[in-house]
């Protein structure tokens, strides 16, 4: 049974920092693109970064370029997001998600509220 399961959210203040992680288990965890998506409030989902299987990150979105980077550790079969200088507009519900494109799959995790109040 596969799992992606999140951790480390919670409610911090502006200008603080969060680190998300993403445990997977139940798949071969290094052959997997592994990205952090986010929901806003009434809003829809969105890319935030993605890694390779070779540990390649891309963050997708500008606001968070200078802010957020995503890593992975094969070893542990968990992808990180780190977010630093967080602010008000970064409150969302943060997903996981790993995709092998060549074998067709395509997992999300359960996601985890991130909230960014003063």
């Known amino acids: 049974q596969v799992q992606l399961v999140e951790s480390g959210g919670g409610q911090v203040q502006p200008g603080e920092s969060l680190r998300l992680s993403c445990a997977a288990s139940g798949i071969t965890f290094s052959t997997y693109t592994m990205s952090w998506y986010r929901q806003p409030p009434g809003k829809g989902r969105e890319l935030v970064a993605a890694i390779t299987t070779t540990g390649v990150p891309t963050i997708y979105t500008g606001s968070m370029k200078d802010r957020f980077s995503i890593s992975r550790d094969n070893a542990k079969n968990t992808v990180y997001l780190q977010m630093d200088n967080l602010k008000l507009e970064d409150t969302a519900v943060y997903f996981c998600?790993?995709?092998?494109?060549?074998?067709?799959?395509?997992?999300w995790g359960k996601g985890i509220l991130v909230t960014v109040s003063s």
């Open positions: 998600e790993a995709q092998d494109i060549k074998a067709g799959s395509d997992y």
